[in-house]
């Protein structure tokens, strides 16, 4: 299979087979660095622009690989997380595959408290809070919602962070299927007239067009990144 940049999923339950004992599959990943154009712009100043030919200046895997093993029936294969602060309580909306059509179904939905950040980052032991949606027919999979009024809200300098795990149950209560947790902020953000608005209180919002990265691979790991983020807040940004 081929996935272009930014990325994508590639299929190959045909060509693996259960294994037992010390045996291995050897999974190879070629990549090939293409530009996105055969030209780019050159702008060295007003009335000096000029095209020149594209090139990719740093080659190989550019984010995270990932090896996914999935049911082959009924399953959650992604959770859209919509938290309301105007609402005080949380949406899931969740895509399903594999369910029967005519078949009888229910997601219920477990959130804990996430502490500490990046590899340190730990998950409760006991939920926040629960909410199972109504049952429903397959394969239409609804959006559900459970009023939350004590959530800890996220915002840039409380960053309180939540993960929620969805569970599918069939007609007659059995698990089907349960996703890997999914982190999040409870936070709202909108825009009311010429105000942007985040958790019901006026932000004023102060951006940095940053793109050190650019230039040196280096600063596009985590510890770099956070070392960079760090700095501009120091210096107010937000």
């Known amino acids: 299979g081929r996935v272009q ?30 530009p996105l154009e055969a030209e780019q712009i050159m702008i060295a100043r007003e009335d000096l622009i000029q095209t020149m030919r594209a090139e990719v200046k740093f080659k190989g895997l550019c984010g995270d690989c990932y090896l996914e093993s999935e049911p082959v029936g ?50 409760a032991d006991t939920p926040a809070m629960q909410i199972s949606s109504a049952a429903f027919v397959g394969p239409d999979c609804p959006e559900f919602f459970g009023a939350w009024t004590d959530a800890k809200l996220w915002d840039i300098d409380q960053p309180n962070m939540y993960a929620v795990k969805v569970e599918l149950l069939d007609g007659a209560g059995k698990v089907l299927d349960v996703t890997t947790p999914e982190t999040f902020g409870f936070r709202e953000f909108w825009i009311d007239g010429r105000s942007f608005v985040l958790n019901g209180k006026p932000i004023h919002l102060r951006c940095l067009d940053l793109s050190n990265h650019l230039g040196n691979f280096g600063q596009a790991a985590y510890a770099q990144v956070r070392h960079t983020f760090e700095q501009a807040r120091a210096l107010g940004f937000n």
């Open 5 to 34: 940049w930014p990325g994508g999923k590639v299929d190959i339950t045909s060509l693996v087979s259960p294994i037992t004992g010390t045996a291995q599959h050897r999974l190879s990943i070629h990549v090939i660095a293409l």
């Open 74 to 123: 009924a399953r959650v294969e992604d959770v859209f997380v919509k938290p309301s602060v105007r609402k005080g309580g949380l949406g899931l909306q969740c895509e399903a595959a594999g369910l029967t059509e005519g078949a009888r179904y229910q997601l219920r939905a477990s959130v804990y408290e996430v502490t500490g950040s990046g590899s340190q980052q730990k998950i």
